[in-house]
C-alpha cells in the first residue's frame, strides 16, 4: 500500500478525502496543527505547524504521495475587510512543504489550487486563458497572486526533480465537515446555516446576480483519485469543476427549498461582495483522465444539508 501524507486532514477538504481515501489501497497519514479530529482512528495523525521549518522537516518524511490540503481560508466577508489574512502564511507553509517534498523524493505531489486568478467571464475558461498581464479582480487578487506563485513553483520543481505534481485549479467547493456556524465559513455553509435558524428573513450580502461554479466536495476527491492512477506527465494543471455557473441567487433559493422552511430572501446591496462571474472550463480533465462530476447540484446540497443537521 502506499503512504499518503494528507497535509490540513483536520480541515473540509481533508476530513473529506481520508473517509474517501479509506477504502482505497493508500495507508493514510495526515496533519492537524491544533486538534485532532474524532472518528478517524483509522489514520496515523501528526501535529505539525506547517508554517515551521522544523516542523516540516520532521512531518515530510517517506511517503510516495503528498496532497496538500493544508491553507487558511475564508469567505468573502474577510476577504473584502481583512484581505492580507489569506495571503501570508499560505506562501510560507507551501514554499517550505514544496522544498521538503523535492528534498525527500517523494513520487507525487498535490496542490489544491483555487479558481480566483480567473478574469470574469461569460465563456468558460481553460486551463491557459489565465493571462497574468491582465489586472485581477481586486478583491481576489491577493489570494490569487499567491495561488498563481505555488503553482508555478510546483512546475519550476517538476522540471527540477523526479517529483510528479498536480496543481488542481479547482472551483467552489461545499459538502460535509465545512465550516458551519462558523463566521469565517464558505458562501454554501454560510447559506446553510442561516437557513436553518431563519424565522422570518434570510439576508445575503449584495444583489444575488453574480455567479460561481459550485462543485460537491465527493466529486474533487474523485478527481484527486483520477489524477493519482492515470497522470504520467511530470507536470500537470488541471481545472476541477462542475461545469456550470450558477447564480448566488439561484443557490439561496434551491436551499430555501431543500431545507423547507418559509422565509423571506432580502438581498442588502450596501453590503460588499465580490461581483464577477468565474466560469471553468473542465473538458481537459474530462477528455484526458476520463473524469467528470457525478452529483448535480440539488442533490449535492440535499447531501450537505443532511450532514450538517444530523451533526450540529
Request: overall charge positive; aromatic content about 12%; glycine content about 4%.
Amino acid at each position: 500500500m502506499k503512504k499518503v501524507l494528507i497535509c490540513g486532514g483536520s480541515g473540509f477538504i481533508g476530513k473529506n478525502l481520508i473517509k474517501y481515501l479509506k477504502k482505497k489501497p493508500y495507508k493514510i497519514f495526515a496533519t492537524y496543527k491544533t486538534k485532532k479530529p474524532n472518528n478517524f482512528n483509522y489514520v496515523k495523525w501528526i501535529k505539525s505547524d506547517l508554517t515551521s521549518k522544523n516542523d516540516v522537516e520532521k512531518t515530510i518524511k517517506n511517503y510516495q504521495i503528498i496532497i496538500q490540503c493544508a491553507a487558511v481560508t475564508s469567505g468573502a466577508k474577510d476577504m473584502v475587510t481583512n484581505p492580507f489574512s489569506l495571503i501570508g502564511d499560505n506562501v510560507v507553509m507551501n514554499s517550505l512543504v514544496l522544498k521538503e517534498t523535492v528534498k525527500k523524493n517523494i513520487k507525487h505531489f498535490i496542490f489544491l489550487s483555487c479558481s480566483v486568478m480567473y478574469h470574469h467571464s461569460k465563456k468558460k475558461l481553460k486551463e491557459k486563458d489565465y493571462d497574468p498581464k491582465k489586472k485581477l479582480n481586486k478583491i481576489y487578487e491577493g489570494m490569487a497572486l499567491s495561488k498563481v506563485y505555488i503553482e508555478n513553483m510546483c512546475k519550476f520543481f517538476s522540471e527540477r526533480s523526479k517529483t510528479k505534481f498536480t496543481v488542481l485549479r479547482h472551483t467552489n467547493i461545499y459538502g460535509p465537515y465545512d465550516k458551519f456556524e462558523n463566521k469565517k465559513s464558505h458562501f454554501m455553509a454560510s447559506t446553510i446555516t442561516k437557513a436553518r435558524y431563519a424565522k422570518k428573513k434570510l439576508e445575503v450580502w449584495g444583489n444575488g446576480n453574480e455567479k460561481r461554479d459550485f462543485l460537491y466536495v465527493d466529486d474533487l476527491c474523485s478527481a484527486i483519485e483520477c489524477v493519482l492512477k492515470k497522470q504520467k506527465n511530470s507536470f500537470e494543471l488541471l481545472n476541477i469543476s462542475y461545469g456550470k455557473m450558477f447564480s448566488i441567487k439561484e443557490i439561496v433559493k434551491k436551499v430555501k427549498k431543500i431545507i423547507k422552511k418559509n422565509y423571506q430572501i432580502l438581498f442588502d446591496t450596501t453590503k460588499p461582495t465580490i461581483n464577477i462571474n468565474i466560469s471553468v472550463d473542465n473538458n481537459k480533465v474530462i477528455q484526458q483522465y476520463k473524469w467528470k462530476p457525478r452529483n448535480k447540484i440539488d442533490d449535492g446540497i440535499r447531501k450537505t444539508i443532511s450532514w450538517y443537521l444530523k451533526n450540529y
